[in-house]
T-cell receptor, first 117, second 115 residues
């Protein structure tokens, strides 16, 4: 049973346009959501996160939206740049704090974003 | 952000040997670290939770006698793949939550190839 789903395995956008990456989850115990960017043969790099008490968090070109009732979150990248091309993973955890298993992340399968010049 | 290192970055070994992978939090302390495994074009699969001062917690289906975890200090966790077989070939990644945040920071990963 996949608790975090990224239904689009790939996405291709033009440079300068908006990239929207989607993620759905099923476990209502998830309280903290993160997006990671990953290049081949490297560890994931943290991008942005959001806790369930918020519906939006913005950091530069990256904005994450959370719709808790729909159990859906999305990552918006505006404007998209060729250097953004990577696999993006959505992750969720029970959070917040408390240590141990509260930090345990469940990942989606990732979406390969390609930004064309 | 916080920095997590892994060593080695890649290793090639013969079937039947044991391989140790180190995960270090460089500028913060981590009482908990996590070990993941990633197969090509697959998601990151959590293998185990490493706890400083106590036994690791393994996910269902992960053999604890094969993947030995030792959280020796607040900045170091090790994963030892014992009696490695070709099917253990994979990309192993560790992570640690930042000291004052729920965000997890990942190491660069270790590519294990078992011949």
């Amino acid at each position: 049973d996949q608790q975090v789903k990224q239904n689009s395995p790939s996405l291709s956008v033009q440079e300068g346009r908006i990239s929207i990456l989607n993620c759905d989850y099923t476990n209502s115990m998830f309280d903290y959501f993160l997006w990671y960017k990953k290049y081949p043969a490297e560890g994931p790099t943290f991008l942005i996160s959001i806790s369930s008490i918020k519906d939006k968090n913005e950091d530069g070109r990256f904005t994450v939206f959370l719709n808790k009732s729909a159990k859906h979150l999305s990552l918006h990248i505006v404007p998209s740049q060729p250097g953004d091309s990577a696999v993006y993973f959505c992750a969720a955890s029970p959070g917040l704090g408390g240590g141990g298993s509260n930090y345990k992340l469940t990942f989606g399968k990732g979406t390969l974003l390609t930004v064309n010049p | 952000g916080a920095v997590v290192s892994q060593h080695p970055s890649w290793v090639i070994c013969k079937s039947g040997t044991s391989v140790k992978i180190e995960c270090r939090s460089l500028d913060f302390q981590a009482t908990t670290m996590f070990w993941y495994r990633q197969f090509p074009k697959q998601s990151l699969m959590l293998m185990a939770t490493s706890n400083e001062g106590s036994k690791a917690t393994y996910e269902q289906g992960v053999e604890k006698d094969k993947f030995l975890i030792n959280h020796a200090s607040l900045t170091l966790s090790t994963l030892t793949v014992t009696s490695a077989h070709p099917e253990d070939s994979s990309f192993y990644i560790c992570s640690a939550p930042g000291e004052w945040t729920d965000t997890q920071y990942f190491g660069p990963g270790t590519r294990l190839t078992v011949l």
